[in-house]
C-alpha cells in the first residue's frame, strides 16, 4: 500500500500561511488582498474538482484542447462564520465542434454524472464530512 501523501500549514512571520505536501506541493495564501484567503481555497477546491472531474467526457466528446471552465461563489453566513452553500458553473465552449442539440444535451448529462461520481470534494460537503481537531501545545 502506497504511503498517504502528508500535508501540513505553517504560519510565516508575516502572517501569511504556507501549505506543504509531501510530495513538494506548496502554496502560500493568507488574508492578505493579493493571496487566496482559506474559503477562498475551498471555493477553488470544488471548482477544480469539477474541471479535473470533467476532463474525461470533453476529451472523449471533443478533444483535450476544449476549454473548461468553472465558476463558483459561496453563500458566506457571518454570523456562523461558515458557507452555507455554494454555487457552481461549468462551462465548456463546443462552438467550434459542430455539436448537434442532442449531442450538446448528451455531453451535458455525461459531464453532470461523472462530476457527481468523480468530484471527491463536492461529494465530501454534500455527505457532511466531520472535522476532528487536535490541539497540541508542546512546552
Known sequence: ????KRLWVERNEDGTLEA?????????FGHNADLFNPGELIQIALAGC????????????????????????????????????????????ASQYSLTDDDA??????????IDKQCTVARTCNHGATVDITVQVKH
Open 1 to 4: 500500500m502506497a504511503e498517504q
Open 20 to 28: 506543504y505536501s509531501s510530495t513538494g506541493a506548496h502554496i502560500t
Open 50 to 93: 469539477a474541471v479535473l472531474s470533467s476532463q474525461s467526457p470533453v476529451n472523449h466528446t471533443l478533444d483535450t484542447a476544449a476549454p473548461l471552465r468553472a465558476e463558483i461563489s459561496g453563500a458566506y453566513n457571518k454570523e456562523e462564520n461558515r458557507y452555507d452553500s455554494f454555487s457552481e458553473t461549468v462551462t465548456t465552449d
Open 105 to 114: 444535451k448528451q455531453l451535458k448529462k455525461r459531464l453532470e454524472a461523472f
